[in-house]
C-alpha cells in the first residue's frame, strides 16, 4: 500500500512569521519509525511537505526514512486559513494522491502488516458536544451541508485513514475544502476542523453507502496497544515532562538501532540537531 505523511509549515508561519519551524525530539524520532515500520511491513510512504519543511527534514538528517519527499504543498495553504484550519494540509493532500491510499499521521505508528479491502480509520469518537458541537454551531460563508446526511454518525479519528476509491476521496475532500474555505472566522478552530476532518468522513460516507471500519477500539485507546502506536495527547505530556520525553526518546532509538540499523545514522543526526 502507498502511504503518505504531512508536514505543512503555515501554520507555524501564521503565528511566527519570522521563526523557524521546528518539531519536539521525541516527535522527531516517532516520524522517524512511523515511516521506516510502515516500509517494512505495509509498502511505500512519501512525505508530502513544503519548501521549509524539506530543509527542516535536510537539518535533521532523516530525509532517506522516505521512499519519496515532495515539497508540493502551497505556501498559503491552498488558500485555506492556516490558523483556524491547522490540519487542512492533510485533506488538501490527501485529495491531490492517487487512491487506493493511507494518510498516516506522523504521530501514529503500525507495527504490523495490514490486509485492508474497506475504508478504514483510526477509531471511532464520541460525539463529544464540547468538541463535535450541533450543527448549528458553524458559521458559514455561503456552504450547504448536503443533502441526506446523518449528524448523528460517530466521528472517525484519521490519524489512519486508509482509502481505497478515488470517487468517494475526492467527493470528501472537495466537501472538506469547501468547508474549510468558506467556514466564518468566528469560532473554536478544534470544532471547526474536527468537522471537516473527522466528522464530514463518516457522514458522507454513510451517505454514500460506502463501508468503513476502524483499526482500534476507542474504549480500549488507553491500554497497551500491540499493533499500532497513536502518541496524540501523550505529545503534550512529553512537553510537560522531560523525564517522560526523554524515556520515550531512548525507547525509540532503542528500536530504531535494533530493527533498522542500517538507519542508525539517523539517530546521530538527530541527536546532533537537538544537541550541537
Keep these: 500500500m502507498n502511504a503518505f505523511h504531512i508536514y505543512s509549515t503555515a501554520p507555524f508561519f501564521a503565528k511566527n512569521p519570522l521563526g523557524e519551524p521546528r518539531i519536539d525530539r521525541a516527535e522527531a524520532y516517532c516520524t522517524v519509525l512511523s515511516a521506516l515500520e510502515w516500509r517494512k511491513h505495509n509498502g511505500s510512504i512519501t512525505m508530502i511537505t513544503d519548501t521549509h519543511g ?40 490527501l485529495r491531490d494522491f492517487p487512491a487506493p491510499c493511507v494518510m498516516l499521521d506522523t504521530d501514529f505508528i503500525v507495527w504490523q502488516k495490514l490486509d485492508l479491502s474497506i475504508m478504514t480509520a483510526a477509531h471511532e469518537e464520541e460525539l463529544n458536544p464540547d468538541i463535535y458541537p450541533d450543527v448549528s454551531h458553524f458559521l458559514m460563508n455561503g ?7 446523518d449528524f448523528n454518525v460517530k466521528p472517525l479519528n484519521t490519524a489512519f485513514l486508509y482509502m481505497p476509491d478515488e470517487d468517494f476521496k475526492l467527493y470528501y475532500t472537495s466537501q472538506a475544502a469547501a468547508f474549510m474555505r468558506l467556514a466564518a ?71 530504531i538501532a535494533e530493527e533498522f540499523p542500517e538507519y542508525s545514522s539517523v539517530i546521530d543526526s538527530i541527536e546532533k540537531y537537538y544537541f550541537s
Excluded at 143 to 149: A, K, M, V
Excluded at 227 to 249: I, N, V, Y
Aim: with cysteine; aromatic share 12%; hydrophobic share 40%.
Design 54 to 93: 524539506i530543509g527542516l527534514f535536510e537539518k535533521l538528517g532523516i530525509t532517506s526514512v522516505w521512499d519519496r519527499l515532495e515539497g508540493s504543498l502551497a505556501a498559503d495553504a491552498g488558500g485555506v486559513d492556516p490558523q483556524m484550519f491547522w490540519a487542512g494540509a492533510k485533506l488538501l493532500a
Design 143 to 149: 456552504y450547504t451541508f448536503p443533502d441526506g446526511i
Design 185 to 255: 472566522h468566528t469560532g473554536d478552530p478544534l470544532t471547526y476542523m474536527v468537522f471537516a476532518e473527522q466528522r464530514l468522513l463518516p457522514m458522507l460516507a454513510k451517505k454514500c453507502g460506502v463501508d468503513y471500519t476502524v483499526l482500534m477500539d476507542k474504549d480500549r485507546l488507553f491500554f497497551p496497544q500491540n499493533s499500532f502506536t497513536h502518541l496524540w495527547g501523550a505529545k503534550q505530556a512529553m512537553r510537560d515532562d522531560p523525564d517522560k520525553a526523554e524515556r520515550f526518546c531512548q525507547r525509540c532509538k532503542k528500536r
